[in-house]
């Protein structure tokens, strides 16, 4: 009687890797002239069952869900995310990325609406979701929003102006942005785990002809956060920046692109090796993940999302 090796099973995925290098091994061994008695063997391919399926770190404990699934837990659970620009868009991504992995979400944009319907969105998470009605141009709105929270774990500052105009990047591009950052300084001194993830942009990254302010900003920005990552690094605070590339939003800049001026669009997903925009929650996942306690040793990067759209080193 010849030996069978078990089909691989559901419970193997997690150790796929594993199982079938050692499904091969066992083939190549069975072909040559050392195999062992069909005892040795079963005894060996029972070996196989217990391939250690956890990811390095990672905890499924309580969590019945992820039961036998590879699972990176991001720690995130109970930590308290403020995001500003969190009713569309990336920012919006981004709340729904932190209330999926448990986290608590502060949001704030300018449209009582909008805060109002991204608020009823997150009702079927068990975290607290707290909109709230600010322009961040307005300082005094501002500064009060984040004292208010009390308590801020990580900050995602995502608002632009995403305007050729100087007056109105300046104003919410950097201003705003820096206003926020340095009065959630104080809160996010006080958590566990503090994190700044400013939402950049590749236009930081090369000119940006007839949008000199939107990139003069983005890059303003990002030399801003590096500086602080230096400053902060002793109080634990990391600081860091996802810079994406072209995203598609509906109702948002390239949606507007695409209705207004489809060849411009068209040059816009030519220019994209992937064929094709990103999607908001593409940008978000890494936000998430930079922002998350498992990145513990990130602090002062600056990531380009953009699917290989530039072409430079980025060192
Ligand atoms: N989309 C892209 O292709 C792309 C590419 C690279 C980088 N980015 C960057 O990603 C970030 C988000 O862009 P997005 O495309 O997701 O933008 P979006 O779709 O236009 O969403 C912007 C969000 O910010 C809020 N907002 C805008 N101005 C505000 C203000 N003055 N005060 C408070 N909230 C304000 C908006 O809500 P209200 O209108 O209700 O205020 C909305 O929630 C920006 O920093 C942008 O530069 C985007």
Redesign the pocket.
Known sequence: MSPTIRPIEARDIAGFHECFDQVAREQRFLASSEAPPLAALCAGLKRVRRVPCRAPGASRAGNPATEGERHLDLELAGMRVAV?????????AIVRGFAQEGAHVAF????AA?VAAMTESLTGYPVEARGTV????DADALGGWIEGLGRIDILVP???A?SPDWAMSID?DMRATIRATEAAIPLLARSRAPAITY?G??AATFGTPGHEAYGAAKAAMAHYMKSLSRRLVSRGIRVNTVA????F?EG???DRVRQASPADYQETLDANPMGRLAT?EEIAHVAVFVSCPRASFVNGAHYLVDGGATDHVQF
Do not use: E, H, L, Q
Not at 108 to 111: A, K
């Open positions: 500003t620009g969190g009713t569309a868009g990336i920012g919006a704030c944009s300018r449209s909008r600010v322009d961040v141009t995502n608002v632009s995403i919410t939402i942009s590749k994406p590339g072209d995203v939003v948002g800049f390239w908001p």
